[in-house]
């Protein structure tokens, strides 16, 4: 989308204020604004006016008050792995890209956290602990950064055990819309003084202000690790094992459900021969009793629902090799279909309805014209369906639209969210009213409304109508 | 405080209001008002001119909605447990008692939650649950009302294992000054659709709405429960242990620390002998083998810092023996001297600060000219002091504040918070821009004002200056 700048001159006087602080970090080349203005899914690029790649939480403060004063939006940028349009310029502006500030500020081992500038990765802050013995262990899979995992309130396949960003962020400093700099709490690691504004700004998506850096809780790592996976007759049973690992306490440390597509797929994509059945992989840890007392019991679950073929492993290679099929499941689907995009569903719903709204899902995508296929963080209740479609054809678009939708409505009438993990971007900003009501979305409304008077921070994302 | 009445034509006609909705559930009685005027700690007793007791969420929107026309002021009411004058009527005004609303709305065994109205009482609920297999694991020691603990954030000696409210709330039904109805979040475990309100609403403390239904997680009941104590020959020797246990993700069900003069006045208290040391409770549960080699771990590690006696028992008689001196804290402070009030104070440090901070705090307590003792969730880095004062003695009351702002001072100088746990009612507001800073507590303004441009929401609570 080259949509036309929105105010010419305005613009043009911001971008010279900004080249004045930032020199050549502040770019405005076409192929700069291209990578700034499209995520990972299916959303059009639209392209920010300006790049900006600011060193320090001054810089971005300066930066937030220019374009504060120059009613221009401001779009904080990660490592563009978003999966609902979060990074588009859809009314053109500044994009923040937050990747230069990646330093890490401090480990506090004895505290089990670490505090990082927004741009640090997640992988880039556990290559720095390997020597501790701890980890950050929020894994959404695609090696974000923190700042953009505290941003969209981020998950994956480690939420089970550890939770997502919501209880793994202890404190954040946040530049606001005009510029003031907030710190939100200490590293206590619990507090009751005041309002928490730590959890108002993790998946607030840079619309109520820039999260410029990140405390983290930190965990020891596990002593042994090991692995499984079993297959099951139906989807029903492979979900209701989840269900009952989950009742009964035993802290996996991550349960991944994948349906018959997407082990087809990986069978075609890495020539194996894995049954074409439901699936569930496992991942165990703690010491060498602890996991082991785990996986018989989540393997006696998973035989009592007619699991077949449970194997397990202890060593890394025999544990990489079980879960080859999930680590390969993004390319693997991709290959189904070359040139195609992968739209990612999110829902997540509770439990106890997670297999009814699986099964629905998939038969409204029984007669699709795109292939597809269905993974899903089971001990979360949250799943993907992956639609292939080609995003420059109309018709296909559309038709994934409309099973989306369905999907939604499907997840909303079990009691779900719209989006398990991946935000609301731009994509799904239309479903918050039907989930949270008018009366919740007006007091987001009225809290953006006052944090940021101007509307300049990532216009039209999170709230419908903004 | 008689206080008087703020505007008496205004609030005799709104109580006329209330009356003709509530009928004789709205009281102006002076014993009601008193017993509603009143927490469990030092402040002044400040009366509300009169007291409703709503049966649901719709009449207690028509009430906020009657008290907003007439800018009177709204303070909604639980068990009466708070500690830092959350309940005190500071301009008079109503008192919204909601014991009344003590139905269990539903539990979902299966997605392992349940929701309540804000008047059941943790108790209560367990109780209710008792043959499911499942409980409600936050256990602040009173027996506080769902809402009072979401509204104050509130946790104790659980939250090492399972977290605090600020994990355990799923979701609430919440009433705004104005009488709009907003559920804040669906049952899905997570979620990724918009701001948390979830999270801004705990911890409020009645300042932005009125919570009316709980939504909170529930857990397994453990399989088998162990308990544990051991003393040591110094603070830092117990304190360093706590550390290393948490470091070793060791996941205690309960840690606790108690002092000398702690262990001294339950001796007194309930005719025990034990030895006058630094000690640390343990409780561990889980499955029979995994709870041996959490005790054996523990254990090690307190053999490691100097620990002597460590006594271990499994049968509940066995084990309610050896917890005794710590459940017995609460009478045997109190009974150290008849008459007095306890003021308890709630630091949460940094673990790797906990010491210092402990030692430091009673060095400075050491020439008080009232007894004390401490007590520490350490897991948290959280500990109480407990002043035992005579609260109608200016000097005594004099001489704990000037404690206590120290020790606040202390615990925000080694990077910790003024409250882990009690919340700020109006005894703590002081201290939340040198917590937060101003920028910070400039924000909390902006929402409450946005949310409740009357300021008829517990007014004096919370912010400084309002």
């Keep these: 989308m080259l949509q036309p700048i929105a105010n010419p001159p305005r613009t043009a006087e911001l971008v010279a204020r900004l ?6 970090r502040c770019s405005t080349s076409v192929s700069e604004r291209e990578h700034h203005g499209r995520g990972e ?22 930066i937030a008050a220019l374009c504060n004063e120059h009613r221009v939006a401001l779009i904080a940028f990660g490592a563009g792995t978003s999966l609902e349009g979060h990074v588009s310029a859809l009314s053109g502006g500044v994009s923040l890209d937050l990747r230069r ?34 980890f950050f262990a929020i894994d959404p899979g695609a090696d974000a950064t923190l700042g953009g995992m505290a941003a969209t309130r981020a998950s994956g396949t480690a939420a089970v055990r550890y939770g997502t960003m919501r209880e793994n962020v202890v404190a954040l400093t946040v530049v606001l819309a005009d510029g003031r700099v907030v710190k939100t709490a200490s ?45 099951f007759p139906a ?50 840890s703690g010491s060498p009793s602890a996991m082991t007392e785990q996986s018989e019991a989540a393997r006696d679950l998973a035989l009592g629902n007619g699991g077949e073929g449970w194997s397990f492993a202890t060593s890394p290679e025999d544990r990489s090799r079980l879960w080859h099929a999930r680590h390969e499941f993004h390319y693997a689907i991709q290959a ?34 795109f292939p597809h296929a269905a993974v899903g963080h089971v001990g979360d209740g949250n799943f993907h369906m992956s639609y292939l479609i080609r995003a420059d054809d109309p018709a296909e678009l559309a038709e994934a639209q409309a099973l989306n939708a369905r999907l939604i409505e499907r997840t909303l009438a079990f009691g779900g969210t719209c989006t398990g993990e991946h935000g609301v971007g731009y994509g799904k900003s239309k479903y918050l009213v039907a989930e949270h009501g008018t009366e919740a979305v007006d007091v987001m409304r009225a809290i953006k409304a006052v944090l940021d008077p101007n509307g300049v921070l990532n216009p039209g994302k999170v709230l419908p109508g903004l």
Tied chains: 1, 2.
């Design 41 to 62: 899914s299916y959303h059009p690029v639209a392209l920010p006016d300006a790049v900006v790649y600011p060193l320090s939480t001054a810089e971005v403060s300066a």
């Design 235 to 284: 989807i029903s049973d492979a979900i209701q094992t989840a269900i009952e690992v989950v009742q009964s306490g035993i802290p996996v440390g991550r349960m991944e459900f994948l349906d018959p597509n997407a082990i087809a797929a990986v069978n075609a994509h890495s020539g194996l021969d894995l049954a074409v059945r439901p699936t569930l992989f496992f991942e165990f």
């Design 336 to 369: 189904r279909r070359p040139g195609a995009t992968v739209w990612a569903t999110d829902a997540c719903v509770p439990v106890s309805r997670m297999a009814e709204c699986i099964e629905a899902s998939l038969a409204d995508a029984a007669g699709a014209s």
């Design 101 to 134: 500030m990646d330093t890490i500020l401090a480990v506090h081992a004895e505290d089990l956290d670490a505090t990082v500038q927004a741009g640090v990765t997640r992988k880039a802050l556990n290559a720095h602990l390997r020597d501790t013995g701890l």
């Design 19 to 24: 080249r004045d602080l930032l020199g050549d």
């Design 187 to 231: 590293r206590a690691r619990k507090s009751s003084a005041g309002y928490d504004l730590t959890r108002l700004f993790v998946g607030s998506e840079g619309t109520l202000g820039i999260i410029t850096e990140v405390t983290v809780r930190l965990h020891g790592q596990p002593e042994a690790v090991s692995a499984a996976i079993c297959t």
